[in-house]
């Protein structure tokens, strides 16, 4: 899996936007761009996935550059409840067994804390 | 809504107990994993299934075994549990093949091995 690199940390204040970035610069060109985020004591959560085309859905949107090699994960009116530990994955979409070592495992690295003010 | 859950939320064993933890998922998914997650250590996979009967191991299987006898249930047993093995475990499921990272994890066990 590519390399991720997010900021430690992050603040944002209630009802205003927040753009947490990822960068991975050594992306593939089957890799996926995947956002998690867990919230304290409790399971991590999908939020979104991309490839190189933005995405939206419920809970956010997905700017991914041009070159692929960065992108950033917007909550557009962010709450309370949004503060949360937020990971950037980044891997192929598919699962690969027999011999293979990918098999769906995700691996989250440090993240981004982001806390939101009210 | 897509639904995990966990048999318990905490939970409390002495060491060399049996100790099994229920994973039940609601969405007709294929593939069912257990993680632990630790301070410092991130997410690591134990064990996952991508279909009734079949398991794979995964990073850290020692331990522990796991049960896969029916599509929607997974779970996860210690034989004898050790304080080494206190951690937050956390089940997940998605589909097979195509979707396979968009994982939908259970709350979570917090298991104290005393």
């Known amino acids: 899996d590519a390399k991720t690199t997010q900021p430690t940390s992050m603040d944002c204040a209630e009802g205003r936007a927040a753009n947490l970035p990822c960068n991975h610069s050594?992306?593939?060109?089957?890799?996926?761009v995947y956002w998690y985020r867990q919230i304290h004591s409790q399971g991590p959560q999908y939020i979104i996935h991309?490839?190189?085309n933005n995405e939206t859905n419920e809970m956010a949107s997905l700017i991914i550059t041009e070159d692929r090699k960065s992108s950033t994960l917007i909550l557009p009116h962010a709450t309370l409840r949004d503060t949360a530990v937020y990971y950037c994955?980044?891997?192929?979409?598919?699962?690969?067994?027999?011999?293979?070592?990918?098999?769906?495992?995700?691996?989250f690295g440090q993240g981004t804390i982001l806390t939101v003010h009210p | 809504d897509v639904k995990v859950t966990q048999s318990s939320r905490y939970l409390v064993k002495r060491t060399g107990e049996k100790v099994f933890l229920e994973c039940v998922q609601d969405?007709?998914?294929?593939?069912m994993f257990w993680y632990r997650q630790d301070p410092g250590l991130g997410l690591r996979l134990i064990y996952f299934?991508?279909?009734?009967?079949?398991?794979e191991k995964g990073d850290i299987p020692e331990g522990y075994s796991v049960s896969r006898e029916k599509k929607e249930r997974f779970s996860l047993i210690l034989e004898s549990a050790s304080t080494n093995q206190t951690s937050m475990y956390l089940c997940?499921?998605?589909?097979?093949?195509?979707?396979?990272?968009?994982?939908?994890f259970g709350p979570g066990t917090r298991l104290t091995v005393t």
């Open positions: 994955i980044v891997r192929p979409d598919a699962l690969i067994n027999a011999g293979g070592t990918s098999y769906g495992k995700l691996t």
């Open positions: 050594t992306i593939s060109g089957n890799e996926y």
């Open positions: 299934s991508y279909d009734v009967k079949m398991k």
């Open positions: 991309g490839l190189k």
């Open positions: 997940a499921s998605s589909l097979l093949g195509r979707g396979v990272n968009e994982q939908y």
């Open positions: 969405m007709d998914h294929e593939n």
